[in-house]
């Protein structure tokens, strides 16, 4: 039977050049060093529906840094498109995570959703953050470029997958839109081949944010989803950062 923590949560800030970054970092309350992992939004933002999910990541027994984009920068949720400054915010936060004294071991890993996924992917590969990172994990990721042409968005994946060597793991519900899901498989196809530990976990009967609808939409289905994902999500981090 997993443990589960009490968590504090806390509005925190870290440094990235000139500019403050604003975050919250999510902790066991009881006394001790924990696993580090880093957490970054979509376009939905942080808000009462999406940080819920980051506290029972956190309840694992993890410290989760969660990066505040739209709040650093005073902007709107659901953004069309994307700024290239947030994904070199999400690299210096995971410095910024791995200097804590609270924090077992050298590395972290990455979890993401939606949009997240990308900038966390552009982190890794193009701020050359995957010495730093055990593992990646998104939810439902959008692994294209969302300034990118609408084929692209449909028919291509990001090409910083090409250089991913992380172990990497992903869901999706069945029901997903197309021109997320096609992408994200042909991405997996290309991680596997290039010998990467890659893994997707398909949920049947179920749609896009299965982790985080409102109730009035939500089904069982969503719920049975979110708790396998949560409980894979935990060992598939335990596994990779204790393996040093």
């Known amino acids: 039977m997993p443990q589960n923590h009490k968590v504090s949560m806390e509005s925190v800030t870290y440094m990235d050049g ?6 919250y970092l999510f902790k066991p309350t009881k006394p001790g060093k924990y696993l580090p992992v880093l957490f970054q939004h979509g376009r939905r933002g942080l808000d009462s529906w999406t940080l819920p999910r980051i506290k029972r990541l956190a309840a694992r027994g993890f410290i989760v840094l969660a990066p505040d984009m739209f709040g650093t920068y005073m902007e709107s949720n659901y953004p069309i498109e994307h700024k290239y400054i947030y994904d070199e915010h999400v690299a210096k936060g ?3 995570l791995l200097q804590r004294t609270d924090i077992l071991g050298d590395r972290a890993c990455a979890v993401s959703h939606t949009r997240g996924g990308y900038m966390t992917l552009r982190a890794l590969v193009k ?11 998104s939810y439902y990721p959008h692994w294209q470029d969302p300034n990118a042409a609408e084929a692209k968005q449909i028919y ?9 060597n992380v172990p990497t793991l992903v869901f999706i519900g ?24 890659a893994e997707l976990i398909i949920y049947p009967g179920i749609g ?3 982790d985080f609808r409102p109730v009035h939409v939500r089904t069982f289905a969503d719920d049975l989803a979110t708790k396998d ?3 894979r999500t935990a060992a598939f981090i335990r596994q990779h950062l204790m393996q040093r």
Do not use: S
């Not at 701020?127 to 994990?137: E, P």
């Open 208 to 210: 896009r944010g299965f």
């Open 174 to 197: 069945e029901h997903d839109q197309y021109q997320r899901i096609r992408p994200i498989m042909a991405g997996i196809d290309t991680l596997k081949e290039n010998n990467v530990d």
């Open 94 to 96: 995971i410095d910024t």
């Open 127 to 137: 701020h050359k953050k995957q010495d730093q990172v055990a593992c990646y994990v």
């Open 18 to 23: 000139d500019v403050e970054v604003e975050a």
């Open 229 to 231: 994902a949560n409980q």
């Open 156 to 164: 291509q994946y990001a090409p910083e997958l090409n250089d991913l």
